[in-house]
């Protein structure tokens, strides 16, 4: 019983593609996120929702355009992709962004190849 | 802004070796503190957390204690296993304004039989 899935797990495109990682999550939490994480392991926060509503936009090229139609899915969509767009995207999600110790719980990634 | 330092790896120890990886951090306030773990091929998953000064999480026989005056969180582990091989990540989350977690750059692991 996956609490938050991803998919694809494995993505390979061709640059100037347009493409979605859609993710869910069954934990009833009200806080979806996304990370990147680069080559060299680095995580970095790129966008996050609660209960349907955008918190956190970081500067991501507007190329990236996430959307959550309801509080358990936050889906990612890229467009005209890049080589440097090459990377995994982890989900995220955790109880309340606003309350107490915010404990986050990871999807598996989803490792994007732009050839 | 928030910020998160880790030493860099990778970390090679033998097996039952002591482990310490080093985690200091900048934040405004009072933070709460994470080790995230990420096994080849997963998704990171919690290790353990403190969540104000003096606290010390504890799992899986790994520790780390929440020092305030020297801003860190090291975790240690007394006798690590080939099992424990992995990218350990610190991590912090503020309790106000941005409420995403901040990770380190992540440590790698490798244990030696």
């Known amino acids: 019983d996956t609490a938050v899935s991803q998919t694809p797990k494995y993505l390979v495109t061709q640059m100037g593609n347009d493409k979605s990682i859609k993710c869910e999550q069954n934990?009833?939490?009200?806080?979806m996120y996304w990370y990147k994480q680069d080559s060299k392991k680095f995580l970095k926060i790129m966008f996050s929702?609660?209960?349907?509503?955008?918190?956190i936009n970081e500067t991501v090229p507007n190329r990236f355009s996430p959307k959550s139609p309801d509080k358990a899915h936050l889906n990612l969509h890229i467009n005209s992709l890049e080589l440097g767009d090459s990377a995994v995207y982890f989900c995220?999600?955790?109880?309340?962004?606003?309350?107490?110790?915010?404990?986050?719980?990871f999807g598996a990634g989803s490792r994007l190849t732009v050839l | 802004g928030n910020s998160v330092t880790q030493m860099e790896g990778p970390v090679t120890l033998s097996e039952e070796a002591f482990l310490t990886i080093n985690c200091t951090y900048t934040?405004?306030?009072?933070?709460?503190l994470f080790w995230y773990v990420q096994y080849p091929g997963e998704g990171l998953q919690l290790l353990l957390k403190?969540?104000?000064?003096?606290d010390k999480g504890s799992n899986k026989g790994f520790e780390a204690t929440y020092r305030k005056e020297t801003t860190s969180f090291h975790l240690e582990k007394g006798s690590v296993q080939v099992s424990d091989s992995a990218v350990y990540f610190c991590?912090?989350?503020?309790?106000?304004?941005?409420?995403?977690?901040?990770f380190g750059s992540g440590t790698r692991l490798q244990v030696q039989p």
């Open positions: 995220a999600s955790s109880q309340d962004a606003f309350a107490g110790a915010n404990v986050l719980t």
């Open positions: 934990l009833g939490h009200d806080t």
């Open positions: 929702y609660n209960n349907k509503e955008l918190i």
């Open positions: 934040a405004t306030g009072y933070p709460s």
């Open positions: 403190a969540t104000k000064a003096d």
């Open positions: 991590a912090l989350s503020d309790r106000t304004g941005r409420r995403a977690l901040t």
